[in-house]
Nanobody
Framework: QVRVVESGGGSVQAGGSLRLSCAASGFTRSRYCMGWFRQVPGKQREGVASIDSDGRESYIGSVEGRFTISQEKTKTMAYLQMNSLKSEDTAMYYC????????????????WGQGTRVTVSS
């Protein structure tokens, strides 16, 4: 079965950097989408970035220019490089996957990781 497991969260000062990793397994199709989401208690979960099997990337405006999503297909890994972190980036970050096709619409992410916490202090 398809699984994703994220890691790399922690505490960092504003302006610092952090790299999140997502290990994926169990994919049976060559076309997919990987995404990163974040959530703060009491607030709606939001998509942060996504990358599909063709390497197409998408970001929400608040992280554009600061965050970069990438993948290493041979290692079945996805990453989120977060630079110039701000206090408002503090959240639980989740890796998610649509293992069935390249759609990166939020409703198509069927597999979710357990989350890794990112805390940015000012």
């Amino acid at each position: 079965q398809v699984r994703v497991v994220e890691s790399g969260g922690g505490s960092v000062q504003a302006g610092g950097s952090l790299r999140l990793s997502c290990a994926a397994s169990g994919f049976t199709r060559s076309r997919y989408c990987m995404g990163w989401f974040r959530q703060v208690p009491g607030k709606q979960r939001e998509g942060v970035a996504s990358i599909d099997s063709d390497g197409r990337e998408s970001y929400i405006g608040s992280v554009e220019g600061r965050f970069t999503i990438s993948q290493e297909k041979t290692k079945t890994m996805a990453y989120l490089q977060m630079n110039s972190l701000k206090s408002e980036d503090t959240a639980m970050y989740y890796c998610a996957a649509n293992p069935y096709g390249p759609s990166c619409s939020s409703v198509d992410f069927a597999v979710w990781g357990q989350g890794t916490r990112v805390t940015v202090s000012s």
